[in-house]
């Protein structure tokens, strides 16, 4: 008897995508409001989301911008940060279909987000027309609550603004929480970025933000590779 094959469609991805596009248009509607506190331009800042795509490296990224820090500075910090992208698209090249070419596969790097990227992992052979599909609302929903909160947050007064700034804390909070109860590796790579973080603004208070992401995320990384390497198949 034969096997049907699961619909591929530009319509079924943007099915699927719906409730990651709605869950995108609150956490960059916080981005946006934090984009606000720093004085710059509300559009700017549906730009910066519209090439992004990255909730952790945009946080961070603007960051260490508000704080001044250098050129060099930001490069590394939204490499590291964003440096699981590469690990996904490596991951997900070896479902395409064959038939993609260089340019579309360019397209589908652009749209490779932590969400997107388990959606189309869901298919035995990933078309292009599926994966934009994926892409198209995600995509508007990052961006266009990016653009509200920066727009709702130019004319919010300062204590709005502040109170409004809990949602970062809470979005991250969010993230780690979950795996966390369940993995011990998690808990300690947590627990390393988070003493590190706290030490270095101990001992080392002028060190700008961004190279204390850095070292954070460094240390952390090497505790969870050293004492937590991953299982060979």
Known sequence: MPTLEVPSTFRMGARLSIPVALGYFVISFAFGLYWAQGGL????????????????????????????????????????VNLRYVLMSF??????????GTLRRLAIGYGITDEIYALAMTRPVVRFRFFLGLTVLPVLGWTGGTLAGALV??????????????????????I?????????????????????????????????????????????????????????P
């Open 41 to 80: 331009p509300p559009v700017a800042s549906a730009v910066v989301s519209a090439t992004n795509l990255s909730s952790s490296g945009q946080f961070a990224g603007l960051n260490v911008f508000l704080a001044g820090g250098a050129a060099v500075e930001l490069a590394l910090t939204t490499v590291l």
């Open 91 to 100: 991951s997900l090249g070896q479902r395409l279909d064959p038939s993609i």
């Open 153 to 174: 947050g130019d004319v919010l007064p300062a204590s709005v603004q502040s109170a409004a700034g809990i949602l970062l804390y809470a979005m991250f909070i969010a």
């Open 176 to 232: 780690v929480l979950p795996p966390s109860r369940s993995s011990t590796a998690v808990q300690a790579v947590i627990a390393t970025a988070a003493a590190a973080g706290v030490l270095l603004a101990v001992v080392a208070p002028g060190l700008a933000p961004g190279w204390r992401i850095i070292v954070a995320a460094v240390a952390a990384s090497a505790v969870g590779a050293t004492f937590f390497p991953a299982e060979r």
